[in-house]
């Protein structure tokens, strides 16, 4: 009696995001809301999610810390 081993799937639901690839749906806001954050307009009103790779991107949210 073996059954083939069926790849399980992820309790949570992934969702498509274009700046980060998917989430979950508990993290929707950090992907979905706009943050205003201002100086850098590369990634001002980006989601939270999102990270610039502006060399002189001064936020906070958004700085890609790599
Ligand atoms: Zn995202
Ligand atoms: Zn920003
Ligand atoms: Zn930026």
């Known amino acids: 009696m073996n ?3 069926v ?3 992820d309790t949570a639901e992934h969702l498509p995001c ?3 690839g998917a ?3 508990a993290d929707q806001a950090r992907h979905t809301e706009p943050v205003h954050c201002g100086p850098c307009i590369t ?3 980006k989601p939270a999610c ?3 790779r502006l060399m002189y ?3 906070d ?3 890609y810390r790599g």
Do not use: I
Request: some cysteine.
């Open 57 to 59: 991107c001064v936020c």
């Open 7 to 9: 790849p399980q799937r």
């Open 18 to 20: 274009h700046h980060c």
């Open 50 to 52: 999102f990270s610039c």
């Open 23 to 25: 989430y979950e749906p």
């Open 61 to 63: 949210v958004h700085r």
């Open 43 to 45: 990634c001002v009103d």
């Open 3 to 5: 059954h083939p081993s």
